[in-house]
C-alpha cells in the first residue's frame, strides 16, 4: 500500500518509514494501524451547483504523517472538495470517512468535532480583534482566561515553529501574519486532519520556505496535511503525494518522489504544455512613469518607503519584489492614490499631450479626471478589489455604475464585460450573476483582473500585487499592445 510501512513481523523490533524503533508487540500493532488507517477518505464524492458539474464521482485519502497535494488548475473543483470536508458544502453523493469510520460533516462545527480544519484563500478574521482574541473567538472555554489563551497560543507557536505576536491587532498585520493567525487557530482547537487551501499565493518565497518548514514539522507531529495548489514546483518540494484533478473528476495520485513537472502537468491539463513566452524587445519604449524620491512613514512612526524612485517604461512590464512588509503594499498604494506620501514625486508623462502630472496625493478619481488610466491590482481582492456578496455583473459595474445618465442602472454594460471575461479568462462560475465570494481563488483573481484590464485596455500603466502563470500571458499580451 502506498504509503504504508515496511514491518519485519520476525523481528523484536520494527521501524517506521521516518526511523523511529517500536520495541513491544503492543506498539507494532499500533503502528500497522496509524500507517494503513487512512486519517481520511473520499469515495466517490460528487457536488454540482445547477448545470455546473464541480466534482464528479472523487476518490482519494490522506494519512497521518503525510503532506497530500491536491493539485489541479483553476476551476478544476479543488476547494469545493476540500469545503465538504470542512462542512462549508454537504455533497449530492458519496462517503468521508475519518479514521476508517463513516462521519457526516453538516457543518464547520461538526468538522471540529472530528479534528478537521481548512485555512481559506480570504481569511476570517475580526481586524479589530488581536491575534490571540481571533483564535479563541467562538470557543465555549470556561472559565475563560486571556491570560491562559495566550500562554496556550505561544506554546503551539514555539512547538511547531510560528512567529506570531498574540497581542498584535489584524488590521496591522501582514498577510502571512494573517495566515499564521488561522493556522494556530485550528491548532488550538485540537485539529489532527489540515486543509490549506492555495496558502502561498500571496506569499513571498522566503515566506513559502519557512510555511513549509512548519508544515513539515507538524507532518513529523503526525498531523495529516492536506495543501491545495496548482503550482508544481511547490508540490515537488512540500507533498509526500499528490492527488490530480482536472475539470471537477479525479485523475490520480502519485508518489511524489516517483513523478515529475512534466508528468504532473500532463495529467493536470491532459495533454503536454509549455509555458514559455516570446519575449520581444520593446518597441521605442518611451518614459511613461517615473517615481522620485518616495518617503512614507506609516502610523508606527516604521520608515515604509525610504527614498524610493524608478522608471516604468511603455512596452514594458516591471517586476517589484521583496519580502513582506518591505513596502510593496505602501508603494502601490501610493501610485494608485490610496496612500498619503510624506514626501517625493509620482510623475505621469501623458504620450498624447506630452504633459507631465504629478499624481502625488492625488485620489483615484482625480487621477481618472486626468485622463489617466490606471488599473489597481491589490493583494487583498475580497477585501480591497471586489465585493464578495455581489455577483460578477454587478462587480463589473463598481468601475462604470458613476457614468450613468438617470436615476437608472444600465446593467447590459457590465454584463455584456462580465460575460467577455468569463469567456476570456476561462472563470468557472454556474453564471455571471454568482456571487464573487462563491468563487474559487483563482476564479476571484481572474475577475478583478479582468476588470480592471478592461477599464484600462492599452494597459496606460498597472499595480498588479499578487501572482498566477495565466497572468503572465494577459500582461504580455498588453505589454505588446504599447
Given at each position: 500500500?502506498?504509503?504504508?510501512?515496511?514491518?519485519?513481523?520476525?523481528?523484536?523490533?520494527?521501524?517506521?518509514?521516518?526511523g523511529?524503533?517500536?520495541?513491544?508487540?503492543?506498539?507494532l500493532?499500533?503502528c500497522?494501524?496509524?500507517?494503513?488507517?487512512?486519517?481520511?477518505?473520499?469515495?466517490?464524492?460528487t457536488?454540482?451547483?445547477g448545470?455546473?458539474?464541480?466534482?464528479?464521482?472523487?476518490?482519494?485519502?490522506?494519512?497521518?504523517?503525510e503532506?497530500l497535494?491536491?493539485?489541479?488548475?483553476?476551476?478544476?473543483?479543488?476547494?469545493?472538495l476540500?469545503?465538504?470536508?470542512?462542512g462549508?458544502?454537504?455533497?449530492?453523493s458519496?462517503?468521508?470517512?475519518?479514521?476508517?469510520?463513516?462521519?457526516?460533516?453538516?457543518?464547520?462545527?461538526?468538522a471540529?468535532?472530528?479534528?478537521?480544519g481548512?485555512?481559506?484563500?480570504?481569511f476570517k478574521?475580526?481586524?479589530?480583534?488581536?491575534?490571540?482574541?481571533?483564535?479563541?473567538?467562538?470557543?465555549?472555554?470556561k472559565?475563560?482566561?486571556?491570560?491562559?489563551?495566550?500562554?496556550?497560543?505561544?506554546?503551539?507557536?514555539?512547538?511547531?515553529?510560528?512567529?506570531?505576536d498574540?497581542k498584535?491587532?489584524?488590521?496591522e498585520?501582514?498577510?502571512?501574519?494573517?495566515?499564521?493567525?488561522?493556522?494556530?487557530k485550528?491548532?488550538?482547537?485540537?485539529a489532527?486532519?489540515l486543509?490549506?487551501?492555495?496558502p502561498?499565493?500571496?506569499?513571498?518565497?522566503?515566506?513559502?520556505?519557512?510555511?513549509?518548514?512548519?508544515l513539515?514539522?507538524?507532518?513529523?507531529?503526525?498531523?495529516?496535511?492536506?495543501?491545495?495548489t496548482?503550482k508544481?514546483?511547490?508540490?515537488?518540494s512540500?507533498?509526500?503525494?499528490?492527488?490530480?484533478?482536472?475539470?471537477g473528476?479525479?485523475?490520480g495520485t502519485?508518489n511524489?518522489?516517483?513523478?515529475?513537472?512534466?508528468?504532473?502537468?500532463?495529467?493536470m491539463?491532459?495533454?503536454?504544455?509549455?509555458?514559455n513566452i516570446?519575449?520581444d524587445?520593446?518597441?521605442?519604449?518611451?518614459?511613461?512613469?517615473?517615481?522620485?524620491?518616495?518617503?512614507?512613514?506609516?502610523?508606527?512612526?516604521?520608515?515604509?518607503?525610504?527614498?524610493?524612485?524608478?522608471?516604468?517604461?511603455?512596452?514594458?512590464i516591471?517586476?517589484?519584489?521583496g519580502?513582506?512588509?518591505?513596502?510593496?503594499r505602501?508603494?502601490?498604494?501610493?501610485?494608485a492614490?490610496?496612500?498619503?506620501?510624506?514626501?517625493g514625486?509620482?510623475l505621469?508623462?501623458?504620450?498624447?499631450?506630452?504633459?507631465?502630472?504629478?499624481?502625488?496625493?492625488?485620489?483615484?478619481?482625480?487621477i481618472?479626471?486626468?485622463?489617466?488610466?490606471l488599473?489597481?491590482?491589490p493583494?487583498d481582492r475580497?477585501?480591497?478589489?471586489?465585493v464578495?456578496?455581489?455577483?460578477?455583473?454587478?462587480?463589473?459595474?463598481?468601475?462604470?455604475?458613476e457614468?450613468?445618465?438617470?436615476v437608472?442602472?444600465?446593467?447590459?454594460?457590465?454584463?455584456a464585460l462580465?460575460?467577455?471575461?468569463?469567456?476570456s479568462?476561462?472563470?468557472?462560475?454556474?453564471?455571471?450573476?454568482?456571487?464573487?465570494?462563491?468563487?474559487?481563488?483563482?476564479n476571484?483573481?481572474?475577475?478583478?483582473?479582468?476588470?480592471?484590464?478592461?477599464?484600462?485596455?492599452?494597459g496606460?500603466?498597472g499595480?498588479?500585487?499578487?501572482?498566477?502563470?495565466r497572468?503572465k500571458?494577459?500582461?504580455?499580451?498588453?505589454?505588446?499592445a504599447?
Open positions: 500500500m502506498s504509503g504504508s510501512t515496511a514491518i519485519p513481523l520476525d523481528a523484536g523490533q520494527a521501524t517506521t518509514a521516518r523511529a524503533v517500536i520495541s513491544s508487540p503492543c506498539r500493532i499500533l500497522i494501524r496509524r500507517f494503513t488507517v487512512n486519517a481520511l477518505e473520499l469515495k466517490n464524492i457536488k454540482t451547483f448545470s455546473l458539474v464541480a466534482n464528479k464521482n472523487v476518490s482519494l485519502d490522506v494519512k497521518a504523517h503532506i497535494a491536491i493539485l489541479g488548475e483553476n476551476g478544476s473543483g479543488k476547494t469545493t476540500m469545503n465538504m470536508i470542512a462549508i458544502y454537504h455533497p449530492d458519496g462517503e468521508i470517512l475519518v479514521g476508517g469510520e463513516h462521519v457526516t460533516i453538516a457543518s464547520p462545527r461538526d471540529f468535532q472530528y479534528k478537521i481548512m485555512i481559506h484563500q480570504h478574521l475580526v481586524d479589530v480583534f488581536t491575534a490571540t482574541e481571533n483564535i479563541v473567538l467562538g470557543i465555549d472555554e472559565p475563560y482566561s486571556l491570560k491562559n489563551s495566550m500562554k496556550k497560543v505561544a506554546e503551539i507557536s514555539e512547538k511547531y515553529g510560528f512567529e506570531i498574540p498584535k491587532k489584524v488590521y498585520m501582514s498577510v502571512s501574519e494573517k495566515q499564521t493567525v488561522e493556522i494556530v485550528v491548532l488550538y482547537r485540537g489532527d486532519i486543509i490549506l487551501d492555495e502561498t499565493a500571496v506569499l513571498t518565497p522566503q515566506e513559502t520556505a519557512k510555511l513549509f518548514a512548519v513539515r514539522r507538524m507532518r513529523d507531529d503526525g498531523k495529516a496535511i492536506i495543501i491545495i496548482h508544481l514546483h511547490e508540490v515537488m512540500i507533498s509526500d503525494r499528490v492527488a490530480v484533478l482536472r475539470k473528476e479525479y485523475i502519485v511524489t518522489a516517483e513523478t515529475d513537472e512534466n508528468k504532473l502537468t500532463e495529467m491539463v491532459g495533454k503536454k504544455v509549455s509555458l516570446q519575449r524587445d520593446p518597441v521605442y519604449p518611451e518614459d511613461r512613469l517615473v517615481i522620485e524620491h518616495l518617503n512614507y512613514v506609516n502610523t508606527d512612526g516604521i520608515k515604509a518607503l525610504d527614498d524610493v524612485s524608478f522608471t516604468a517604461r511603455s512596452g514594458e516591471l517586476g517589484i519584489a519580502i513582506a512588509g518591505s513596502g510593496q505602501e508603494l502601490l498604494e501610493a501610485i492614490g490610496l496612500q498619503h506620501l510624506d514626501s514625486d509620482i505621469y508623462h501623458d504620450p498624447k499631450t506630452q504633459k507631465t502630472e504629478d499624481l502625488r496625493d492625488k485620489t483615484p478619481l482625480q481618472r479626471d486626468l485622463g489617466v488610466r488599473s489597481f491590482v493583494e475580497l477585501g480591497m478589489g471586489l464578495g456578496n455581489m455577483d460578477i455583473i454587478d462587480n463589473m459595474m463598481l468601475r462604470s455604475y457614468k450613468g445618465k438617470s437608472f442602472i444600465n446593467r447590459q454594460p457590465p454584463r462580465a460575460d467577455e471575461v468569463i469567456k479568462l476561462e472563470v468557472a462560475t454556474p453564471s455571471a450573476t454568482t456571487p464573487v465570494r462563491k468563487l474559487s481563488g483563482g476571484v483573481q481572474k475577475v478583478l483582473v479582468g476588470r480592471e484590464i478592461a477599464a484600462s485596455p492599452h496606460s500603466y499595480c498588479v500585487s499578487g501572482q498566477g502563470s497572468y500571458f494577459v500582461l504580455h499580451d498588453i505589454q505588446s504599447q
